[in-house]
């Protein structure tokens, strides 16, 4: 049975007045807003629901498409009305929709830019910044050219109102924002490709800080990161001192018992999960350094897949020695079980250099070997999986000693999915925009005391 457009599927205004305002009334106070939307690409949307024709897609029939972008395009300017704009799935390929986001999105005075993904996927991102209260200072664009063919796209802005000026004087604020689509994890043998994506992203940023001498700006991260808060990329953004908007504005933790509070897609196979997030991460943060939090990540996954196979912690650390008699764990064994459990010898698996990184973060006294309590400490219990919420949560109140420098940052100030259904945990079925719910974020400016190490 195909599933026809309609105007009946399009969300009325009345359906999403109470959006409206988190991007509108709000923004007279100095605030700025952003959305991230994977607006589902034609190519991919299939119009087969009970799956009998899977090459039935929606990019075979204009009318569908065309209908479908056209009310997405309304909901993101009359309703959503965000600043910042970060889509996902946009189909770059299609010289039509291109050109009907650019003048719509033009007309509403955004300046857009486009990114596909490599290897003529046909998909990529595309992000808008309204030019009334953001102006674009650099754009850069990171292709991975991995197994997954993803892409980023890095903006250096500067705010342009005044409600955002420096509250040292005239110094335009400015502010780093990401906007990119993590490969989907078909299985747990992705869970490495996915991580590396992030670390890639976190790498980029760091080093246009560096060439910027960017010492104090906030940075947003918008996405569609296929995966949940209970996975590993979850972890490692968490653990480099990012917060999840939403969260932060609904009062959420990282406990499993807040996991599932909302969620924002539902995937091919008909489940529903919550992947789309607005991080930010203010200059105040104190951080460990991205290759700590890299090696510790990866540490998590090879715990991960050695407590799949039921191996408890004895059993592990007897696992990674291999056949050597003695209480320690050599570089040469470290990469046979490596090897064993698919983290190296693959396309996409670590690099002899990734490898020989993780073991000098494994071997903490650098004598050659890995002891049991080095396992213990640095692969058996990485610091970041066991980390109390405090420790993410720099307490903003207490910065260095001897200094009263402050930096400019954000607060969450509210934050709302739509459909509104999916904030319940649920998914309505006469919603058709997308397999995505849109995530709108309020920030308002802060002046922080600065504690983050650079």
Not at 395 to 407: C, L, M, R, V
Request: glycine share 6%.
């Amino acid at each position: 049975m195909v599933c026809e457009f309609s105007a009946n599927c399009i969300p009325s205004s009345s359906s999403m007045t109470q959006t409206v305002s988190v991007g509108g009334a709000e923004q007279k106070e100095g605030s700025i807003s952003c959305t991230t939307f994977n607006i589902l690409a034609p190519i991919y949307k299939r119009l087969d629901q009970q799956e009998q024709n899977q090459c039935l897609r929606e990019s075979d029939f204009r009318a569908f498409w065309m209908g479908r972008n056209r009310a997405i395009l309304d909901w993101l300017l009359y309703e959503s009305s965000s600043n910042i704009i970060c889509l996902q799935e946009f189909w770059v390929g299609n010289e039509e929709i291109v050109r009907m986001y650019q003048e719509r999105l033009g007309d509403a005075g955004y300046v857009s830019f486009k990114l596909a993904r490599t290897n003529n996927r046909g998909d990529g991102l595309l992000t808008a910044i309204h030019k009334n209260y953001l102006s674009v200072l650099s754009y850069r664009e990171l292709l991975f050219n991995d197994f997954g063919d993803r892409v980023a796209q890095l903006f250096h802005v500067q705010s342009v109102i005044p409600s955002l000026q420096n509250q040292k004087g005239n110094i335009p604020q400015e502010i780093l924002i990401v906007n990119t689509h993590l490969l989907f994890p078909h299985d747990s043998s992705l869970s490495l490709v996915r991580l590396r994506q992030v670390y890639r992203i976190l790498q980029f940023v760091e080093s246009y800080q560096r060439e910027n001498k960017l010492k104090s700006v906030p940075i947003i991260l918008c996405g569609d990161w296929n995966g949940s808060k209970r996975g590993h990329v979850y972890k490692f953004i968490r653990s480099q001192g990012y917060v999840s908007s939403y969260d932060t504005a609904h009062n959420y933790t990282d406990s499993d018992a807040d996991a599932h509070k909302w969620v924002s897609h539902r995937n091919h196979r008909g489940n529903i999960c919550g992947v789309d997030f607005i991080w930010l991460c203010n200059p105040n943060k104190l951080l460990k350094p991205l290759r700590t939090s890299w090696a510790e990540a990866v540490f998590g996954i090879i715990k991960y897949l050695l407590r799949k196979t039921s191996l408890a912690e004895g059993d592990a650390f007897a696992f990674l020695k291999g056949e050597n008699h003695g209480d320690f764990i050599t570089y040469s064994a470290f990469c046979e079980a490596l090897r064993q459990v698919n983290l190296i010898g693959l396309p996409f698996g670590l690099s002899f250099q990734e490898t020989k990184d993780l073991w000098a973060q494994a071997d903490r006294n650098g004598d050659g070997i890995v002891d049991y309590e080095e396992f213990k400490q640095k692969i058996w219990n990485p610091t970041w999986s066991e980390e109390p919420e405090e420790h993410l949560e720099t307490d903003i109140k207490n910065p260095k000693q001897g200094t009263d420098e402050k930096a400019f940052g954000f607060k969450v100030k509210n934050a709302v999915f739509f459909p509104r259904e999916v904030e319940q945990g649920m998914w309505p079925e006469n919603y058709s925009l997308s397999d995505h719910a849109s995530l709108t974020v309020v920030l308002s400016p802060a002046c922080l005391p600065c504690s983050r190490v650079q």
